[in-house]
């Protein structure tokens, strides 16, 4: 089956809402590739080792959560992004990227898919975090202490994860925000939740969690948002009848 990457872009910007969610890059189709869509491979971030990966595939479209032309980049198309670029021209690959409105959506985004692995039930956006779906948070459905749910959390991603809290504390509501989320902690302690989830850590977000009262779990960037991704590539998969592809990059950020 094919579709056509006018079709591609429609239904997803739709799906995903993006004219409804300010970000700091445009969202959508941001490289121009192919007319026909046959064969569409996803992952985080669209660096040359993931074009490499799509042409090898023979895929005509690139679908990926971290794109290019962030807001504050360097402009000019020189270097690491003139040949990202020229890769995608020269192979007549589309490159979609969607970064805020896939970490929010409410099914497929990375932090409902990030629950759902860390055993959440009742998910609710959590009301103080704009856009609304960026921190979510929901009971564990089995007992859990620091140390336990560190150890589950490195089992269901697959890498260390750092923890800052008590061991032996007791863990029975969660909050979360994939990727670069260390600045929502504090949004996560006013909910009262006994822990915050996200990818990143900097120097004060130790702090903040010890004065706060929260226990801290930071578990990688990359890891922690491949599954949005992947989850809006098997929706494409069943919804159109299209070839798709989830090509994990590793990345220890
Ligand atoms: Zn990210």
């Known amino acids: 089956m094919s579709i056509t990457s006018f079709e591609l872009k429609t239904y997803l910007d739709s799906l ?9 890059c445009p969202n959508g189709l941001q490289v121009e590739g192919s007319s026909r869509v046959q064969k ?10 993931l074009i490499d990966a799509a042409i090898a595939k023979g895929a005509d479209t690139l679908l990926v959560h971290h794109g290019y032309f962030w807001k504050g ?10 040949r990202r670029i020229a890769s995608l021209l020269a192979n007549d ?3 979609f990227a969607y970064h805020l409105p896939l970490d929010v959506h409410a099914e497929l985004g990375n932090n409902r898919q990030l629950g759902e692995l ?6 609710t956006a959590a009301a103080n975090a704009k856009p ?18 560190q150890q589950k959390l490195s089992e269901v991603l697959k890498r260390s994860v750092l923890a800052e809290g008590d061991s032996s504390a007791p863990i029975s509501t969660v909050a979360w925000c994939t990727g670069g989320g260390q600045n929502f902690i504090e949004q996560a302690a006013e909910l009262g939740v006994d822990a915050f989830v996200t990818g990143e850590v900097s120097e004060q977000t130790i702090h ?15 890891a922690t948002e491949r599954y949005g991704v992947k989850a809006l590539g098997e929706h494409l998969h069943s919804h159109f009848d299209i070839d798709v592809e989830f090509i994990d990059i590793d990345n220890p950020a």
């Open 93 to 95: 690959i589309n490159l």
């Open 73 to 82: 980049e360097s402009q000019p198309i020189v270097g690491m992004k003139k």
């Open 118 to 123: 860390i055993g959440a039930s009742d998910i």
């Open 132 to 149: 609304s779906g960026v921190v979510m948070h929901g009971k564990l459905e089995s007992e859990h202490t620091t140390a336990s749910l």
């Open 208 to 222: 903040t969690a010890r004065e706060m009262g929260i226990v801290f779990f930071a578990a990688g960037h990359h």
């Open 16 to 24: 995903l809402r993006t004219n409804e969610i300010a970000d700091y």
């Open 40 to 49: 569409i491979v996803t992952g985080v971030t669209a660096s040359q080792a």
